[in-house]
């Protein structure tokens, strides 16, 4: 291999700075990069396709996230107190999926267009979304639940919420782009 060839960066490397790069100006950058750096064959260095897979990436968090938050609220043992935070939760998750879900399906409607009225309907789909997440991890705040779940719930939500503020960040440099 020639010197002038073995300085040329892989079309993977390249692809994968992009991804960094773009990253970088999220708020959680490093989340941000190990969530989507497997995705780089798909992303490339396509600033829609780096979008709907952070998209992509948070909504299917939060449906499992939401699953999980079901299946702990029906734990014996827990307080009026705790059912109640648990309660809440659920139902923001749900929300914020169901907003998530909506932006996903607008971003496969995108055309020339109606370019400036999705992105618009997105970037409001996944902000109230990332509201409903605040709002769950609100319910956790102080003393209402007990260590260990009040731990495992936290941690969840709070990568959820990053995730999405990461989408978000991805979302509003898309946009940008075609301002």
């Not at 993977?12 to 700075?17: D, S």
């Not at 396509?46 to 939401?66: F, I, N, Q, Y």
């Not at 914020?96 to 267009?113: F, P």
């Not at 370019?115 to 709002?135: K, R």
């Amino acid at each position: 291999m020639d010197s002038a060839s073995a300085a040329r960066p892989t079309a993977g490397g390249t692809n994968t700075e992009f991804i960094r790069t773009s990253c970088s100006a999220t708020t959680y950058p490093k989340l941000c990069y190990t969530s989507l750096s497997t995705y780089v064959a798909a992303i490339r260095q396509d600033p829609k396709l780096l979008a709907h897979t952070a998209l992509s990436v948070t909504l299917d968090t939060a449906r499992s996230t939401s699953t999980m938050m079901g299946k702990l609220s029906h734990i014996r043992g827990m307080t009026r107190r705790e059912v109640g935070a648990m309660k809440d939760c659920v139902e923001e998750l749900r929300d914020s999926v169901d907003q998530l879900s909506r932006s996903m399906a607008e971003m496969n409607e995108i055309k020339g267009s109606n370019f400036g009225m999705i992105m618009s309907d997105v970037q409001t789909w996944v902000s109230a979304a990332l509201t409903d997440e605040d709002t769950c991890m609100a319910g956790f705040a102080g003393k209402v639940m007990n260590g260990n779940v009040k731990t495992a719930v936290r941690e969840r939500i709070v990568n959820v919420a990053h995730l999405t503020s990461n989408a978000l960040a991805l979302i509003n440099s898309y946009a940008a782009l075609h301002n």
